[in-house]
């Protein structure tokens, strides 16, 4: 008997264990996730320095006259900025090329070397390797005041869009376009020019710049390249036959006394742009740098509006020194647009710049009617 109840307590007991043993084991907890690595915070950008107390100086150095349009607007731009900084900008001025030709100045406002000029937009083009920013000094994109004037109000965005695109944004910045008049023929007393064919064999002076080299080519004159101070004295010994310009650079220069014919060839609007160096406006601060951007835009345009009733009244001044102003007819002057705007097309083919010549039709004509 006892065997048996010790037989029955001990399968108890075996029941009891396994009972005990077949309870799950608590779940093994999940290791504590590492904290997730932070990022290595981003370097910041490098901001322009902030308005202080320090004075700024900038210097526009340029070849055209110390008494010229160009200047005038120099200076009324300078007085500008210097009242909206309180005196914390400072523009000076270096005229009459005292640094030297375009062909030396610009490549150093390119390289950050110089702070900023005034040059054609094919000259800009040709001196710092931005060929295409040239179209706007080709043959008769445009041929009338209205439309130069439209073409000045969206030309220096057009450009900066251009330099962006070609990688140069850092190097230049257009900061205006200013009016250099339409540029026409002017010969002297052996060489009057009434068609296209008068031209042959005509020995005309040109800036620096192919534009304009083949501007005069295109229409059989045999161009070349010289200084615009060695104009009176190269007509005076027959070393050239002739030269082009506008009205105002002729007065300021006092050439009118030099050429005996004014020939209507309106075959170059000349807007030239006011570029500035990259570099130098970004080591302005950034409320100083919208400063003069704005201002140089708003009083460039100022002076392309300024500058037709000048062309007017120093055309005057021609005639009134004895230079006689052929007038060409419609047939004349078709052939001379003919063969400057076969140059255009070339040129534009080369370069690929047909779109941004369309985009820029497209918004002179918004802004003339």
């Not at 990688?167 to 007393?189: P, Y």
């Not at 040109?206 to 080519?217: H, L």
Request: hydrophobic content about 40%; aromatic content about 8%.
């Amino acid at each position: 008997m006892k065997k048996l109840l010790a037989l029955v307590l001990a399968l108890a007991m075996v029941f009891a264990l396994c009972a005990c043993g077949a309870k799950e084991a608590p779940a093994a907890e999940k290791p504590a996730e590492a904290p997730a690595a932070e990022k290595p915070a981003e370097a910041p950008a490098a901001e322009a320095p902030a308005a202080d107390d320090t004075v700024y100086e900038l210097s526009i150095y340029h070849t055209f006259s110390a008494t010229g349009h160009e200047e005038m607007w120099f200076q009324k731009a300078a007085a500008e900025i210097a009242a909206q900084t309180n005196g914390k900008v400072v523009i000076k001025t270096a005229p009459d090329g005292v640094m030297g030709g375009e062909d030396e100045v610009n490549p150093q406002v390119y390289a950050g070397v110089l702070d900023m000029s005034l040059s054609g937009p094919s000259v800009w083009g040709g001196n710092c390797g931005v060929d295409a920013i040239g179209w706007s000094e080709l043959p008769y994109v445009v041929d009338n005041y209205d439309e130069m004037t439209a073409l000045s109000k969206v030309l220096p965005d057009l450009v900066n869009k251009q330099l962006e695109e070609a990688g140069e944004s850092e190097n230049l910045v257009c900061i205006g376009a200013m009016s250099q008049g339409i540029r026409c023929l002017l010969t002297d007393k052996d060489h009057p020019v009434y068609k296209m064919s008068d031209c042959n064999g005509v020995k005309v002076r040109v800036p620096s710049g192919d534009v304009y080299m083949n501007t005069m080519n295109s229409f059989g004159c045999s161009a070349q390249y010289m200084s615009s101070k060695e104009v009176i004295t190269s007509l005076q010994n027959g070393v050239i036959n002739g030269f082009e310009s506008d009205p105002t650079s002729i007065i300021s220069r006092g050439q009118e006394v030099a050429f005996k014919y004014y020939i209507t060839t309106n075959h170059i609007a000349s807007l030239n742009l006011l570029m500035i160096s990259g570099a130098r406006l970004a080591a302005l601060p950034e409320e100083y740098q919208q400063i003069v951007k704005s201002v140089f835009i708003d009083f460039c345009a100022q002076e392309v509006e300024d500058r037709v009733a000048y062309e007017e009244a120093d055309m005057q001044k021609c005639v009134d020194a004895g230079v006689e102003i052929i007038e060409l007819s419609d047939e004349a002057f078709a052939e001379f647009k003919a063969a400057g705007t076969a140059y255009q097309q070339e040129w534009l083919k080369q370069y690929g710049c047909e779109s941004i010549v369309a985009e820029a039709k497209e918004l002179i004509a918004a802004n003339l009617k």
